[in-house]
């Protein structure tokens, strides 16, 4: 009999683990319409320092050439922190949320290269949505940025995993 109801407490739907898991698959899925807001339609502030191409299009493929610029044309130290700092912090939930949402990548401290890979992959999506499809700035440093984000928040949610299981190791004692 006691053993029935271990088994139907583990099977049984709502056994508190839907709510949570539900909670961040949601919260995951409001991040990310955030950031297709932003990187889409929001304002396009500080973006061209250089030539415009042909239809108000802006193309950089010379990894750090925009960052350099950026720092040497603004006007004062806020605008880079604003610019570059803005587009690591921006993928940093990406990187959180995403071994959280799925659970493939929570296994090790190796799961941070292919939450890294995967920052990449939605950052090159974006910047090729973005030359196509509006008139902003393609821009490889953009993706740059943006990965070294996704891998600052992929470590943050390793080391906060490491960080419990060291508490709750010390608890049991």
């Given at each position: 009999m006691k053993k029935?109801?271990?088994?139907?407490?583990?099977?049984?739907?709502?056994?508190?683990?839907?709510?949570?898991?539900?909670?961040?698959?949601m919260f995951f899925l409001l991040y990310m319409a955030s950031l297709f807001y932003v990187v889409f339609f929001a304002w396009n502030y500080g973006s061209s320092y250089g030539p415009v191409g042909e239809d108000g299009r802006n193309l950089n493929v010379v990894?750090?050439?925009?960052?350099?610029?950026i720092y040497?044309?603004?006007?004062?130290?806020?605008?880079?922190?604003?610019?570059l700092l803005g587009n690591v912090i921006m993928f940093i939930?990406?990187?959180?949320?995403?071994?959280?949402?799925?659970?493939?990548?929570?296994?090790?401290?190796?799961?941070?290269?292919?939450?890294?890979?995967?920052a990449l992959l939605?950052?090159?999506?974006?910047?090729v949505n973005q030359y196509f499809f509006t008139y902003r700035v393609a821009n490889i440093d953009d993706v740059i940025l943006n990965t070294m984000g996704g891998i600052v928040g992929a470590t943050f949610y390793f080391l906060i995993g490491k960080l419990h299981f060291l508490y709750v190791k010390i608890a049991k004692k």
């Open positions: 029935e109801k271990a088994v139907e407490k583990e099977t049984k739907p709502g056994n508190g683990q839907t709510k949570p898991r539900a909670f961040v698959t990894p750090f050439l925009s960052i350099h610029n040497y044309y603004s006007t004062d130290i806020w605008v880079p922190i604003r610019i939930p990406f990187g959180f949320l995403f071994p959280l949402v799925y659970r493939r990548w929570r296994r090790s401290i190796l799961g941070i290269l292919p939450v890294g890979f995967f939605l950052s090159t999506f974006i910047e």
